[in-house]
């Protein structure tokens, strides 16, 4: 069974600080692994998707690693900002069907 | 960039009464759909996953009977809670994917569910 975990829980940082989430996975039989932001009572928005084959990915300041023989994945934030606040959570298909989320990380950026 | 829309954003209703919330693709065909739930401060839990022309494939613990899925075209499911009772209220979230495991999953908005 694919279990997800993320940590820390939550995080406060002060703006501009660079920062990283962590995302581990139990089992590393993966088709890939997407890194998404939730805003409060809001739906998902995808940030990154990392294939299997990939060992990252970059999106503007975002920049997501992932190391399938560990179970690790990291979400880099570089600069943060207080639009950055939000839950980050990861997610993996297991099987193609079952898409497992973490709990997700709850950040605070301050101005 | 893919869309997906949920429809209705919000709903109050009355105990015993159904809802039956949209999920649409707007600009790609989703060969399979996922509809998610999601309880306060707790992470998304897959309730059932969709392919079009086909019966749902539920979750250990969902109840299919209470949960109606119906993913009758290549752009649209439908849930349907019946019957919904104080303890179904919760934030359900659709997800779309087209085609292979390792497309991505573009997700709706999510559909905040209240019953009295």
């Known amino acids: 069974k694919q279990e997800v975990t993320q940590i820390p829980a939550a995080l406060s940082v002060p703006e501009g600080e660079n920062l990283v989430l962590n995302c581990s996975f139990t089992d590393s039989a993966i088709y890939n692994l997407q890194w998404f932001r939730q805003d409060p009572g809001k739906g998902l928005t995808s940030l990154l998707l990392i294939q299997s084959s990939q060992r990252e990915q970059t999106s503007g300041r975002l920049n997501a690693s992932l190391d399938k023989s560990s179970g690790r994945s990291t979400l880099y934030i570089a600069a943060s900002q207080p639009g950055d606040s939000a839950t980050y959570l990861c997610?993996?298909?297991?099987?193609?069907?079952?898409?497992?989320f973490g709990p997700g990380t709850r950040l605070s950026v301050l101005p | 960039g893919a869309v997906v829309s949920q429809h209705p954003s919000w709903v109050i209703c009355k105990s015993g009464t159904s809802v039956k919330i949209e999920c649409r693709s707007l600009?790609?065909?989703?060969?399979?759909m996922f509809w998610y739930r999601q309880f306060p401060k707790q992470s998304l839990m897959l309730m059932a996953t969709s392919n079009e022309g086909s019966k749902a494939t539920y979750e250990q613990g969902v109840e299919k009977d209470k949960f109606l899925i119906n993913h009758a075209s290549l752009t649209l499911s439908t849930l349907t809670v019946t019957s919904a009772h104080p303890e179904d209220s919760s934030f359900y979230i659709c997800?779309?994917?087209?085609?292979?495991?390792?497309?991505?999953?573009?997700f709706g908005d999510g559909t905040r569910l209240s019953i009295l």
């Open positions: 600009d790609f065909q989703a060969t399979t």
């Open positions: 997800s779309a994917r087209w085609q292979g495991s390792n497309q991505p999953q573009h």
């Open positions: 997610a993996v298909p297991l099987g193609g069907q079952n898409f497992v």
